[in-house]
């Protein structure tokens, strides 16, 4: 069990940024490979990125290369998600989930329904 509390979440100008916050409780954070995802109103669930169990690994979305980057601290059982030059387009509640992965390999994962935990969400608004 492991329980997510995110932060960061705030009223934004385009072109703007911030860093969303994922905090996980419990002792085992290490052993999770971790996501972003973000929901708009009216809209489905879409993931945004990803990162493996050691943080080595990493994947962002299309739309969101070179402008996101996730991270992650093991040892402050966090993971992060730098937004810079924030669109209109990517305002949405960002979730942070937590996904049970092998020690073997670096894999990271994109689906919905592969992620066992999930926090209560985050809002993000950017304005134009």
């Known amino acids: 069990q492991v329980d997510l509390v995110e932060s960061g979440g705030n009223l934004v100008q385009a072109g703007g940024s911030l860093r969303l916050s994922c905090a996980a409780s419990?002792?085992?954070?290490?052993?999770?490979?971790m996501g972003w995802f973000r929901q708009a109103p009216g809209k489905e669930r879409e993931f945004v990125a990803a990162i493996s169990r050691s943080g080595g690994n990493t994947y962002v979305t299309d739309s969101a290369k070179g402008r996101f980057t996730i991270s992650r601290d093991n040892a402050k059982n966090t993971v992060y998600l730098q937004m810079n030059s924030l669109e209109p387009e990517d305002t949405a509640v960002y979730y942070c989930?937590?996904?049970?992965?092998?020690?073997?390999?670096?894999?990271?994962?994109?689906?919905?329904?592969?992620?066992?935990?999930w926090g209560q969400g985050t809002q993000v608004t950017v304005s134009s």
């Open positions: 419990g002792r085992t954070f290490s052993s999770y490979a």
């Open positions: 989930a937590a996904k049970m992965a092998s020690p073997l390999g670096s894999r990271v994962y994109r689906g919905y329904d592969e992620y066992d935990y």
